[in-house]
């Protein structure tokens, strides 16, 4: 009989934690943006990369370019569609070891009503114990980054080719940035 495998729970701060993108317009410049409303948990006792499990929820609501007017187009149906769908989540499956702190993260990743396997390369920083004048948490931290095709998700707007290219680019740049804190 296999043994439980227990680890400590580690909750997303979401004061701390943005997932953040990038993707080409008119094949020129990366636009950029990110979801500040994240949420979740990863279960880990460091070093023991193997034994990670992650769980982010993400606010599809929480979208900011920096430019109110692309950002109601991204949270309409030609993008995110956040009225449908107003959650995009992370459940990883596998985690493996690339050496040291290095990781690589297999998993679901479900946006716009699709859900399909990613993978996310990245590593883990700390564990360190703030001091007691910033709230005296025990925090880990995570990066990570993922690229996808975005009509993959059904996400097919400015895919129309035009000369040197396309409107916006099929593959997106995802970046984790993650703090956690021993959950309590």
Do not use: C
């Amino acid at each position: 009989m296999a043994k439980a495998i227990t680890r400590t729970k580690w909750v997303i701060d979401s004061d701390h934690s943005t997932i953040s993108f990038a993707v080409k317009y008119l094949m020129l410049a990366s636009v950029r943006g990110m979801i500040n409303k994240v949420s979740g948990a990863v279960y880990f006792d460091p070093p023991d990369v193997v034994n990670l499990d992650v769980e982010v929820e993400m606010d599809a609501s929480g979208i900011t370019t920096g430019i109110s007017k692309r950002d109601e187009h991204l949270r309409g149906a030609d993008f995110f569609d956040v009225s449908r769908y107003p959650r995009i989540t992370f459940k990883s499956a596998k985690a493996e070891s690339l050496g040291g702190r290095r990781l690589r993260l297999t998993g679901d990743l479900s946006l716009h009503g699709v859900t399909r396997q990613v993978i996310i390369e990245g590593e883990y920083s700390g564990p360190v114990k703030l001091p007691e004048s910033m709230g005296g948490e025990t925090s880990l931290g995570f990066t990570g980054s993922t690229v996808i095709n975005r009509e993959d998700y059904g996400m097919k707007w400015g895919i129309t080719p035009m000369e040197g290219g396309l409107v916006a680019d099929r593959e997106v740049l995802i970046t984790l940035d993650i703090e956690t804190d021993l959950a309590g």
